[in-house]
């Protein structure tokens, strides 16, 4: 039994094209799994906790698909990754505190016609990236219907318009 998944998967750096082929069928099912077990939260919110999960799934995978790290190893470590996502996220649902040091909080950029220059500097968000949003989420390159911008703790600005 062995010897055949060792003849289907390889091992190793020298894998050829239906070796590599089945091990990346093989890795995108594992994948879709492991983003069933960490929850629809890591692939739907993109915040930076949960791109964290993105990037290091899709690293760590790859190495399994070339053969430049062993499959189960690596399989081993993006359940860990998965796993300890989880702990996180639901570690962030029972304490106010640990959330807004995983995730971070909100801030407000532009409030009453002036924009909050402490919360920008803070966010490395500038004047123009604000304005940007406004005419994207307006249809209007003025701020007078603008009652508030929050840069949102995943990176988009929100626009919250005057009560008419």
């Given amino acids: 039994?062995?010897?055949?998944?060792?003849?289907?998967?390889?091992q190793g750096h020298t894998l050829d094209p239906l070796q590599?082929?089945?091990?990346a069928i093989a890795i995108f099912v594992i994948a879709l799994v492991l983003i069933r077990v960490s929850g629809r939260r890591s692939f739907g919110q993109r915040s930076p906790f949960d791109s964290v999960v993105v990037i290091l799934l899709g690293a760590t995978l790859s190495r399994a698909i070339?053969?430049?790290s062993p499959?189960?190893?690596?399989?081993?470590?993006?359940?860990?990754?998965?796993?300890c996502h989880r702990m996180l996220a639901w570690a962030c649902m029972r304490s106010r505190r640990f959330e807004l040091l995983v995730g971070g909080s909100e801030?407000?950029?532009?409030?009453?016609?002036?924009?909050?220059?402490?919360e920008m500097h803070a966010a490395l968000v500038t004047r123009t990236d604000i304005e940007e949003t406004v005419r994207q989420e307006?249809?209007?390159r003025s701020l007078e219907n603008v009652a508030a911008?929050?840069?949102e703790r995943n990176g988009e600005i929100s626009v919250i318009r005057k009560q008419a």
């Fill in 20 to 23: 590599m082929g089945l091990r």
């Fill in 1 to 10: 039994m062995m010897d055949v998944i060792y003849v289907l998967f390889g």
């Fill in 138 to 140: 307006t249809g209007s």
């Fill in 71 to 83: 499959f189960i190893a690596t399989v081993g470590a993006s359940f860990l990754i998965v796993l």
């Fill in 66 to 68: 070339i053969g430049a």
């Fill in 107 to 118: 801030r407000e950029v532009y409030s009453d016609g002036k924009f909050n220059a402490r």
């Fill in 149 to 151: 911008a929050i840069l």
